[in-house]
């Protein structure tokens, strides 16, 4: 698939909303792989972590925010303490996450809202900790 980058693309307004939120520069990382390597979810993410944050750097945003990977990210803090260059990646896909429920205007998640085969396929760290994320 081809991207078209221009300064435009990589420099948007979601490049600083990421920062703002994750709270992390995420255009340190370099693509060494620690992260994906040491995920306990990769196996169930459509992109791992650092080709998200690859996208991300690219300004590919609609393809990440469209992505599995963020959902199912258990922001166990693994990828961030594996990384080298100090890039908190679980911050990075909270921060993610964080963007598409204010776009959508979600402020909760109930477990009965949820597709039955969903829930047999995802790991239950991952619902667990959304489920933390979206109650309050």
Known sequence: MAINL?????HSLEREKIKEIGNTNFY?????GNCSAGC???????ILPHRA???AQLGQFSRL?????????AACITCSVRCPRGVDIAGFMEACRQIVLRTRKVDHLSP????????KELPQIALINNFRKFTG
């Open 40 to 46: 306990p979810c990769a196996e169930e993410m459509d």
């Open 112 to 119: 009965v809202e949820l597709d039955a085969q969903l829930l």
């Open 28 to 32: 340190l990382c370099y693509q060494c």
């Open 65 to 73: 925010i469209e992505s599995k990977a963020i959902w199912v990210c």
């Open 53 to 55: 944050v690859r996208l």
């Open 6 to 10: 221009s300064r435009e693309i990589v």
